[in-house]
């Protein structure tokens, strides 16, 4: 189930034109987007492939597991709750890069075309 949801296609606005980095981060963006809302949709049974692709996610973020819960800093939570508390941390900075990846996109096109002016 987990990987359906994340293999679905991205929707993306046909007028913009996003570098191909924004274009990926916005993949990126929207599968866990998608992931998040299956998540907090609060599934009663995990498949094999879906606990071992969060178990992950929660390793690779810094998470470590004892006693059947996920900690990290101050946190001391179930899978899903971790996963939950983690995807939302990284939608949050994945969604800061797409600005900053933007911005810096725009001031570049600010130099080559007058009509652009982006306010500082």
């Known amino acids: 189930m987990l990987e359906a949801i994340i293999a679905k296609p991205i929707n993306s606005m046909p007028s913009s034109r996003p570098s191909p980095e924004v274009a990926q981060l916005e993949r990126i963006i929207d599968s866990k987007e998608r992931l998040l809302a ?25 998470w470590t597991r004892e006693d059947e819960r ?7 939570l179930g899978l899903i709750e971790a996963a939950i508390v983690e995807v939302t941390i990284q939608i949050g900075a994945d969604k800061q890069r797409v600005l900053r ?20």
Not at 70 to 76: G, I, L
Not at 101 to 120: D, F, M
């Open 38 to 62: 299956y998540l907090r949709s609060g599934p009663k049974r995990l498949s094999m492939e879906s606990f071992i692709c969060l178990t992950k996610i929660l390793g690779a973020a810094g």
């Open 70 to 76: 996920w900690c990290k800093e101050d946190n001391r």
């Open 101 to 120: 990846q933007t911005v810096t996109n725009l001031s570049g096109l600010s130099g080559q075309n007058p009509k652009i002016r982006l306010l500082r």
